[in-house]
């Protein structure tokens, strides 16, 4: 049994209800391995410490429990996913410079950002990935499996939201991995 650290936001169904009443009920449920915030008004999110024999389980035990108390709110986010150089330094507890480096050094196998700017943006899966098995990083394997997890149920809610004819048309515009 391992040990998975992630967070789950969620948007509640009425934008008007003071958050602060599940407080109480999510830790009855089951979120007592979970620090819960509520500082943002029609949200509420979740940082789990949950023991499980998979990241899937503990993930999908988690939503489950939060659901049960709050049976209309909406995930919005499941974390770690997306993150910046900053994030994966803190992550990985080295510096900024240091993975600026890493990256610069073997551009043609770093993974490729989702969004490119003046701050990109990455999978963490890609990220880890690519640490592992080209930077010989040694990283906690319940981070990895996490990070692939929560990449999957984003990806997922994102693919719910497009219209059912959508993916076979871009599906021949982006080609295979």
Known sequence: M???EFTLKFELPDQNIDPEIYVDQLYESGCDDALIGIGKKGYIALDFIRESNNAYDALSSAIENVLKVIPQANIVEAKPD???ITDLAKLLGCTRQNIQKLMSKDNSKCPHAVY????SIWHLADLLTWL???QDYQIEESLIEMAKTTLKLNLAKQTLSLAPDWPEKFQTLVGSK
């Open 116 to 119: 490119g700017g003046s701050q």
């Open 82 to 84: 997306f993150v910046g």
């Open 132 to 134: 592992v098995e080209e």
């Open 2 to 4: 391992g040990e998975y």
